[in-house]
């Protein structure tokens, strides 16, 4: 059983920068979808960005060229570096990784950007 937890979210004005992070208890080595999603208030759970074995990464329309998302199997860690914020961005964000065993989902990290 693999735990994951994530952290770095917090308020931010908007045009500024968070990096998220999502550590997970085990090996993510093995692991072949890495994802983030996000949820905002009366809207439903959204993809974000993921990153799949081999390093290819998608986003959403909405945050390309803004997100970034990358892993680290040596700290057994997924990011989510997040520039050029905005308000619409405001969420819960939550990070999830599959590996061949099963399907993770950590707690979710709050990102609100206003001014």
């Known amino acids: 059983q693999v735990q994951l937890v994530e952290s770095g979210g917090g308020l931010v004005q908007p045009g500024g920068s968070l990096r998220l992070s999502c550590a997970a208890s085990?090996?993510?080595?093995?692991?072949?979808?890495l994802g983030w999603y996000r949820q905002a208030p009366g809207k439903q759970r959204e993809l974000v960005a993921y990153?799949?074995?081999?390093?290819?990464?998608n986003y959403a329309d909405s945050v390309k060229g803004r997100f970034t998302i990358s892993r680290d199997n040596a700290k057994n860690t997924v990011y989510l570096q997040m520039n050029s914020l905005k308000p619409e961005d405001t969420a819960i964000y939550y990070c999830n990784i599959v590996d061949p065993t099963a399907g993770y989902w950590g707690q979710g990290t709050q990102v609100t950007v206003s001014s």
């Open positions: 990153i799949r074995n081999g390093g290819r990464t």
């Open positions: 085990g090996s993510i080595f093995t692991a072949y979808f």
